[in-house]
């Protein structure tokens, strides 16, 4: 089944050492986004790529940055975690309005961030 | 600037009763409505959307939601509560920009489920 898979679902970092989540998606989608949800709260977004293109919200901090290598894969990093930071980490993906994509954005299954 | 209520933090009923969970938005163009599930330590799942035509829109699960343009509302409903449906609901709007490609969804701040038994 066509899908978005993250990894690791749960990951465990220590205080400013940096950490990289990853998504990958095979709906070959050419919109990805990451969401930031804490307790049950809204998810924030953060970034999105629209193709190779990357779209920064205003309020994200510089600590978080992505990378997208490839149409498939997509990669979050924080490059100095603080304890603020422990959440939920949410990637989606859609395919754009200009390409016949039907306002859905699907959701992988989160990936938990523990900071210590 | 778009945004979405969701009045209710969490929502009770019984198992076998129908269940509402309500959802109002504000945007200033035509509204693109989802609604998105999520159980613990999962991801969003799609439920249903409305974006044009029939106000009642049918979706994953028994899940309906209608669409209320005098109202300005997006209730999501089920005839038959299920124990199973016990999780968080987010309703969301999209951006009615029309100028970029992608959407970008304006969450609800959810709203919890408890279907007892």
Same mark, same amino acid.
């Given at each position: 089944?066509?899908?978005?898979?993250?990894?690791?679902?749960? *990951?465990?970092? *220590? @205080?400013?050492?940096?950490?990289?989540?990853?998504?990958?998606?095979?709906?070959?989608?050419?919109?990805?986004?990451? /969401? *930031? *949800?804490?307790?049950?709260?809204?998810?924030?977004?953060? @970034?999105?790529? /629209?193709?190779?293109?990357?779209?920064?919200?205003?309020?994200?901090?510089?600590? @978080?940055?992505?990378?997208?290598?490839?149409?498939? @894969?997509?990669?979050?990093?924080?490059?100095?975690?603080?304890?603020?930071?422990?959440?939920?980490?949410?990637?989606?993906?859609?395919?754009?309005?200009?390409?016949?994509?039907?306002?859905?954005? /699907?959701?992988?299954?989160?990936?938990?961030?523990?900071?210590? | 600037? #778009?945004?979405?209520?969701?009045?209710?933090? #969490?929502v009770?009923?019984?198992?076998?009763?129908?269940?509402?969970?309500?959802?109002?938005?504000?945007?200033?163009?035509?509204?693109?409505?989802?609604?998105?599930?999520?159980?613990?330590?999962?991801? $969003?799942?799609?439920? $249903?959307?409305?974006?044009?035509?029939?106000?009642?829109?049918?979706?994953?699960?028994?899940?309906?939601?209608?669409?209320?343009?005098?109202?300005?509302?997006?209730?999501?409903?089920?005839?038959?509560?299920?124990?199973?449906?016990s999780?968080?609901y987010?309703?969301?709007?999209?951006?009615?920009?029309?100028?970029?490609?992608? #959407?970008?969804?304006?969450?609800?701040?959810?709203?919890?489920l408890l279907?007892?038994?």
């Open positions: 089944d066509a899908m978005v898979i993250q990894n690791p679902r749960y *990951q465990v970092t *220590q @205080f400013g050492k940096p950490v990289t989540l990853s998504c990958s998606q095979t709906l070959n989608h050419n919109v990805m986004y990451w /969401y *930031q *949800q804490k307790s049950s709260q809204a998810p924030k977004l953060l @970034f999105h790529y /629209y193709d190779k293109d990357f779209n920064n919200e205003a309020d994200t901090p510089d600590n @978080f940055q992505s990378r997208r290598p490839n149409t498939s @894969f997509c990669f979050l990093d924080i490059r100095s975690p603080g304890l603020g930071d422990a959440a939920m980490y949410l990637c989606a993906t859609s395919r754009d309005i200009w390409r016949g994509g039907r306002e859905t954005q /699907y959701f992988g299954p989160g990936t938990r961030l523990l900071v210590l | 600037a #778009q945004s979405v209520a969701q009045p209710e933090d #969490q009770n009923v019984a198992e076998g009763n129908p269940l509402t969970v309500k959802c109002t938005y504000s945007v200033s163009g035509n509204p693109y409505l989802f609604w998105y599930v999520q159980y613990p330590n999962r991801g $969003l799942q799609f439920l $249903l959307k409305y974006i044009t035509g029939d106000n009642l829109v049918k979706g994953s699960y028994g899940f309906e939601a209608e669409f209320n343009k005098s109202q300005t509302s997006f209730h999501l409903k089920k005839p038959s509560a299920l124990v199973s449906d999780a968080l987010f309703c969301a709007v999209r951006d009615p920009r029309v100028d970029t490609g992608f #959407q970008k969804l304006v969450f609800g701040t959810g709203t919890r279907v007892s038994p």
